[in-house]
C-alpha cells in the first residue's frame, strides 16, 4: 500500500474530531482526500465545522482547506505516519488549548506541529499524541508559532528585529457606542451615571467649567468604578466621576481649543447642573462600552520610524525632502498589518473612543497637538530637518483621554464640520492625574 493510500485510510479512520462546537473532518466533496502533489507533498482535503452549540449538530461555519502533512523525503515514512495519528488522536485538546482563538482557526493551524519531528525521543503515535496532549508543551509551541508569525509579518514593514517594541505600541481602547435618550431628557437619569451631553453633574458650589471668562461646553462624563477593570482603564482613577469640557470655538488668539477635565472623587455631593443660557448643550446619549486594541494609525507612521535608529531616519526624511527619500517602514504593508491586527469589529464611524490611539482625518493627530502647544506653532518648520524630527519625537508623549466624533446617526454630534475633536494629556501627567495638563485639538475636512 503507498504512503498517501495508507495515509487516507488512516484519516477516515480517525477523523471526525470534535472538542465542544467545533470538529475537524475530511472535505466530503473534494475528489482527493488524501494525495501527493506535483511537488511530492502530502497534502490532505479538510473542514473545520463550527457548530452553533456544543450539543448541536448544526453548522454555523465550514471553513475547507488543502492542507500540507509533510515530505516523505525529509522524514522516514512510518515516523511521519506515526506524527500524523499522533496529531490527529490530539485535536481535541489542540483545539481546546486554542480557547477564545478557536474561532480564528483554519484546519493548517491544526497541523503545525511538525517541529515534534526534531525530537528523536518521539518515535511512536502515543509519543506524539502525549505531546500534543500536553497543555504546557502545545502552550509553548502554539507562543513560539505566534512569535514566528509575528515577526513574519513584521519582516515586510523593516521591523522584525523591533517585534516587542511594535507590540508595545498597541493601547486598550474603549470604544463608545451612543444611543439617544428617547426625549433627550436626563433628570431622571442617577447622579455620577456615565453619559455624552445633557446636563452635567456637578458639586453645587462648583463653578461652571470657563476659560479667561468663556464658559464651556460639557461633553461626557465617565463613572471610574464603572470602567475599572477593563484594560484601557488601567491609567485611570479607580473611583469618582471624569468629566470632560470644550470650547467649541477658540478665543481670538488661541491655538487649540481650550479644556478641562475634571475628576470628582466623592460622588455623593455631585447634583445635577442645568446647561448656562447661551452655551451649546448636546443632547443627551447614553454610552455603551466596548474593549479595543489600537495600533497607531498609518497617519501616525512616525511611532513605527520611531524604533529604527534616529540618524537612519534623518537621513530618509532628508531624501524625501529633497525628492530622493525611500520608505522607511512601507505605507501599504503597514496599512494592512495595522487593519488585521486591530481586528475592529465595527470600522465604519462614528469614532468615539475613550483612551487608545486617535483616528485620524488628515495628518497625523500626535504631531498636530504637539505643534499646537508649541509658542511659534508651525511658525519654521521645516520637514526632514533634525529638528523636525525631534519634534516628531516629542509629539509622542502625548496620550488621547478621548476622542468624540462630531458624526453621529447621519448627522452633527458636535458642530466641528464633521471631523474628530480630541482631548489629550502628556503621559506623565496622566500617570499623576494631573488633569489641568489635559489640552483640546481639532481635526475636521
Given at each position: 500500500m503507498s504512503t498517501q493510500d495508507d495515509l487516507r485510510e488512516l484519516f477516515q479512520r480517525i477523523l471526525p474530531q470534535r472538542a465542544g462546537a467545533i470538529a475537524l473532518q475530511l472535505a466530503p466533496d473534494h475528489p482527493q482526500l488524501v494525495w501527493r502533489d506535483e511537488n511530492g507533498h502530502l497534502r490532505a482535503a479538510l473542514t473545520l465545522v463550527y457548530f452553533d452549540a456544543p450539543d448541536s449538530d448544526t453548522p454555523r461555519d465550514v471553513r475547507e482547506q488543502e492542507v500540507y502533512l509533510g515530505d516523505e523525503r525529509e522524514h522516514p515514512p512510518a515516523r511521519l505516519r506515526a506524527y500524523l495519528e499522533g496529531n490527529l488522536r490530539a485535536i481535541p485538546a489542540i483545539l481546546a488549548a486554542h480557547g477564545d482563538d478557536a474561532d480564528t482557526l483554519l484546519p493548517c493551524d491544526l497541523f503545525a506541529y511538525a517541529d515534534l519531528l526534531a525530537d528523536d525521543a518521539l518515535q511512536h503515535a502515543d509519543e506524539f499524541a502525549a505531546a500534543l496532549g500536553d497543555p504546557e508543551r502545545l502552550a509553548a509551541m502554539n507562543e513560539a508559532a505566534g512569535e514566528a508569525a509575528w515577526r513574519d509579518e513584521l519582516e515586510a514593514l523593516g521591523l522584525a528585529?523591533?517585534?516587542?517594541?511594535?507590540?508595545?505600541?498597541?493601547?486598550?481602547?474603549?470604544?463608545?457606542?451612543?444611543?439617544?435618550?428617547?426625549?433627550?431628557?436626563?433628570?431622571?437619569?442617577?447622579?455620577?451615571?456615565?453619559?455624552?451631553?445633557?446636563?452635567?453633574?456637578?458639586?453645587?458650589?462648583?463653578?461652571?467649567?470657563?476659560?479667561?471668562?468663556?464658559?464651556?461646553?460639557?461633553?461626557?462624563?465617565?463613572?471610574?468604578?464603572?470602567?475599572?477593570?477593563?484594560?484601557?482603564?488601567?491609567?485611570?482613577?479607580?473611583?469618582?466621576?471624569l468629566s470632560f469640557f470644550y470650547a467649541p470655538i477658540p478665543p481670538d488668539g488661541v491655538r487649540g481649543h481650550p479644556v478641562r477635565v475634571l475628576h470628582f472623587t466623592d460622588l455623593d455631593e455631585l447634583a445635577r447642573r442645568p446647561v448656562p443660557a447661551g452655551v451649546e448643550r448636546l443632547r443627551a446619549h447614553a454610552i455603551d462600552l466596548e474593549d479595543e486594541v489600537h495600533f497607531p494609525s498609518l497617519e501616525s507612521y512616525f511611532f513605527y520610524e520611531s524604533l529604527l535608529p534616529f540618524e537612519r531616519v534623518l537621513a530618509c526624511h532628508r531624501g524625501r525632502r529633497q525628492g530622493s527619500g525611500e520608505e522607511l517602514v512601507p505605507s501599504g504593508p503597514l496599512a494592512y498589518f495595522i487593519a488585521g491586527a486591530e481586528r475592529v469589529n465595527e470600522p465604519e464611524r462614528p469614532f468615539h473612543r475613550l483612551l487608545g490611539h486617535p483616528a485620524a482625518i488628515q495628518g497625523d493627530p500626535y504631531l498636530d497637538i504637539e505643534i499646537a502647544t508649541r509658542p511659534q506653532g508651525w511658525e519654521g518648520w521645516e520637514d526632514g530637518t533634525a529638528e523636525s524630527l525631534q519634534i516628531q519625537q516629542q509629539s509622542l508623549r502625548w496620550r488621547l483621554l478621548l476622542q468624540i466624533d462630531a458624526v453621529e446617526q447621519d448627522g452633527l454630534l458636535l458642530n466641528q464640520d464633521g471631523g474628530f475633536f480630541y482631548f489629550w494629556i502628556p503621559a506623565d501627567a496622566l500617570a499623576r492625574h494631573d488633569w489641568t495638563q489635559a489640552r483640546g485639538e481639532l481635526q475636521c475636512h
Open positions: 528585529e523591533h517585534a516587542a517594541e511594535v507590540r508595545a505600541l498597541a493601547r486598550p481602547a474603549l470604544r463608545l457606542h451612543l444611543d439617544p435618550d428617547d426625549e433627550d431628557d436626563d433628570s431622571t437619569c442617577p447622579i455620577g451615571q456615565t453619559r455624552l451631553g445633557g446636563d452635567p453633574d456637578l458639586p453645587p458650589s462648583f463653578a461652571w467649567p470657563e476659560d479667561g471668562g468663556v464658559l464651556l461646553t460639557f461633553v461626557a462624563q465617565f463613572d471610574l468604578a464603572e470602567l475599572a477593570g477593563r484594560p484601557a482603564a488601567g491609567e485611570l482613577p479607580a473611583h469618582g466621576l
